[in-house]
């Protein structure tokens, strides 16, 4: 059984954890080492997660096992002034994948989303990411394709994907 719940600044070195452990799994066959690194730094850092949680650019949630904390989400609600809720971060623990957990951490995002009057769920994921199979079996259908300049001459390669939910 998972809980789910609000994260606040005291748990940025959780979040960071979890971050360190996932995303050289995520992306090591994707990114170089340096891009890593560079794009750690650019949302993970402390600086990075105090702001975004200080001023509600994203909510944050931790995900709790019976024992541990084993992924963290972050979203934001009223994306662009829409009613859309934007994933902009979603992380489990690699020996919880394929356990059921992904898919109840998204059924609590649509609630949460529903709960803000949003009518759409919306997350971007790296072109060559193998969870976007996971995704579209959630329902996820690709509306775009973009790259985004995020420095040091980097881009983010991505696939912006949406669903449709309502009450």
Not at 7 to 22: F, R
Not at 52 to 68: P, R, V
Not at 135 to 163: A, H, P, Q, R, S
């Amino acid at each position: 059984m998972i809980s789910i719940s609000e994260a606040g600044l005291g748990d940025i070195s959780t979040i960071q954890k979890i971050t360190n452990i996932t995303w050289p799994i995520t992306y090591g066959e994707i990114l170089s080492q340096s891009q890593l690194d560079y794009m750690l730094g650019l949302f993970y850092s402390n600086e990075a997660l105090a702001k975004q949680i200080e001023n509600k650019e994203q909510l944050f949630y931790l995900i709790l096992d019976s024992e541990s904390t084993i992924g963290f989400i972050g979203i934001e609600h009223h994306y662009k002034n829409e009613a859309i809720t934007k994933i902009h971060k979603i992380y489990l623990l690699p020996e919880t994948q394929g356990k059921g957990y992904g898919k109840k951490v998204f059924d609590f995002i649509e609630r949460l989303a529903l709960e803000n009057d949003s009518k759409q769920l919306s997350l971007n994921v790296n072109r060559f990411n193998t969870a976007l199979n996971f995704y579209k079996k959630l329902g996820f259908e690709i509306k775009e394709t973009v790259d985004i300049e995020i420095g040091n001459g980097y881009l983010m390669e991505d696939y912006v994907l949406g669903k449709a939910i309502s009450k």
